[in-house]
């Protein structure tokens, strides 16, 4: 599923291609995604103005006057500029048509969303698939305090409430893996026993890593395209512990151990990460 420095990474490659842009056609080829492309979209957007391109969590936030349009990408999709004369591929869903390129929706599993929030329905905020996210890990207020009020209490196993999303949005499977690793967690330990100096190492961990695979463009999930068409760039490669089950740790030369939680995997050190 691409994370948030994958969706990042698009917001910033489309958004110097269409803000500021008018859109002239939305063409919608399959509306049966995770949730239906409402039939009237494509009436309301044609030859507006695109206002601002932003993101909250893994949302894509397409702004025009009249609402904001709101892109998911699923759990394989991708965002990507074509040129006009280039023919739709199978999985091809959607395509944005502006007069000098189209960005087109790929999405093979059709688990993306393409929704409308009209202005009179107020802030975007209040959208239904929005008002539970956590706060984002770049916003100021995110910190080891933050992170400790949010876990107080809550007997789920740190990695699992950092995948909730309650707490602090995008850190997703790979991240959380890593994160965990750099703070020096076991990813087991109960949230609410996460001590208030661990949980400022966590929270910077976070932000040090979502800072390193924004810098290399996303991580090497095999489905993700940055919007130019070009694969992302391969953060994995440089993981301490995602993938790595079985190698030696870089820090003290343990075998990276492999569980699951919560049907995902989880890699760690269990030397360097304790409880």
Known sequence: MPELPE????????????TGQTLRHLVVREPRMRWPVPPELPALLTDRVVLECARRGKYLLLRFEHGIQLVHLGMSGSLRRVPLD???RKHDHVDWVFDHAILRLHDPRRFGAVLWHPAQ?????AHPLLTSLGIEPFDPRFDGKWLHDQFRGRAMAVKQALLAGSAVVGVGNIYASESLFRAGID??????KVSRPRCDKLAAAIRATLTDALDSGGSTLRDYVG???????YFTIHAAVYERA??????????IRRIVQGQRATYFCPV???R
């Not at 969706?7 to 291609?17: F, L, P, Y």
């Not at 990813?187 to 609410?192: F, N």
């Not at 919007?227 to 760039?233: D, F, V």
């Not at 079985?246 to 075998?255: D, E, K, L, S």
């Open 7 to 18: 969706v990042e990474t698009t917001r910033r490659g489309i958004d110097a291609v269409i």
């Open 86 to 88: 280039e023919a739709p």
């Open 121 to 125: 329905d107020g802030p975007i905020e």
């Open 187 to 192: 990813p087991r330990l109960a949230a609410g």
């Open 227 to 233: 919007a130019s068409g070009e694969p992302g760039a």
């Open 246 to 255: 079985g190698q030696p740790c870089r820090v003290c030369g343990t075998p």
């Open 272 to 274: 360097c990460q304790r």
